[in-house]
Structures are given as structure tokens and as C-alpha cells.
């Protein structure tokens, strides 16, 4: 899984309440294709059997940050916590293996939504209207895959670290 470490890229529109407190609303998106084989597998010919597994997310939050050192600081520091929508796309395409160990090509596809916390850090560099940052997110979430349809597994687990790139501009 450690394959589908990543960036994320995304914005957030800020409204300040006082020097030292944010409240946003954000989007972003992320994709990543990462391949798999089968362990203890092989086919006929010796070879791995590959599949790709690849997943987009499209990660809509609303949140609340502090600014120790104020929103007015040219560095800005924070930390903050919200809730986050996570629209997804997942697949596997590639060679799989049946229950009777025939071999087959196809591709199994699922979208949905899931919804869970979200905490994160970071820091921003402003100069005038215009600043750049960068922040380290953790988000808990985990969605069902349709059952039936042949997944690895019934549940897609979206949890974890986000590296988020930002650019800011006010006005």
C-alpha cells in the first residue's frame, strides 16, 4: 500500500475570524496508479501476473485552523482539524486468478463517497496578496467496494497522510 504514497494538490477559500483563527472551505485531487503482482503466483510461463491498481480522489473539506503566530505574520504556522468529503474512483485492471486458478484479463471499476475527520499542519509564506505553503493532512476514511464485482478486498481504506501544495492569494 505504501505505493500509494502521493501528493495532493489543492486550494481552500479562508475567511478569518480575528488574528489567530481560519475557517475554510477546500478541494483537491489526487491520483496514483500503482502495480501489483501476485505473490505466490505465476503463470504457466514462469511470469508474474500484473494487475494495475489505480485510484483518484477528489477530497472536499471544510475546516478550522489556529495561527499561533497571526494571520498577519508573514510565517504562518497552524495547525487545524475538519471534516472531510472524499469522492473516488478505484480499479483494478490487469490479469487476475479465478477460484478454479485459470487465469483471465478484465478490469473491475467502482466510484463512490465517503466522509471522515480530518487533522493537519503546516505553514505558508506570504509576500503582499500572494503566498505559497505546504501541509502535512491525515484524514480517516474507508468506503465499501460492491460486493460481487471481484475486488481484492470489500473495502477501500482512504486513511492516511496527504502531502498538500498551496498557493495563496488574497484579496
Do not use: C
Amino acid at each position: 500500500m505504501n505505493e500509494f504514497n502521493g501528493f495532493t494538490f489543492g486550494g481552500e477559500y479562508l475567511i478569518g475570524f480575528g488574528p489567530h483563527f481560519e475557517a475554510g472551505l477546500g478541494v483537491g485531487f489526487y491520483q496514483k496508479t500503482a502495480p501489483a503482482v501476485y505473490t505466490d503466483l505465476v503463470n504457466a510461463t514462469g511470469q508474474e501476473i500484473f494487475q494495475d491498481i489505480k485510484l483518484r480522489v477528489y477530497p472536499f473539506s471544510a475546516t478550522v485552523k489556529f495561527l499561533p503566530l497571526s494571520s498577519r505574520n508573514p510565517f504562518q504556522p497552524y495547525i487545524g482539524a475538519g471534516l472531510g468529503v472524499f469522492r473516488w474512483h478505484y480499479s483494478e485492471t490487469g490479469q487476475f486468478i479465478d477460484a478454479d486458478n485459470n487465469i483471465f484479463v478484465d478490469s473491475f471499476e467502482a466510484s463512490g463517497g465517503a466522509v471522515g475527520p480530518l487533522i493537519f499542519g503546516g505553514v505558508r509564506f506570504g509576500v503582499g496578496p500572494f503566498g505559497v505553503g505546504g501541509e502535512v493532512r491525515y484524514q480517516d476514511a474507508k468506503a465499501d467496494l460492491p460486493a460481487g464485482q471481484g475486488f481484492a478486498g470489500p473495502r477501500l481504506d482512504l486513511s492516511g497522510f496527504n502531502y498538500v501544495a498551496t498557493m495563496n492569494f488574497r484579496f
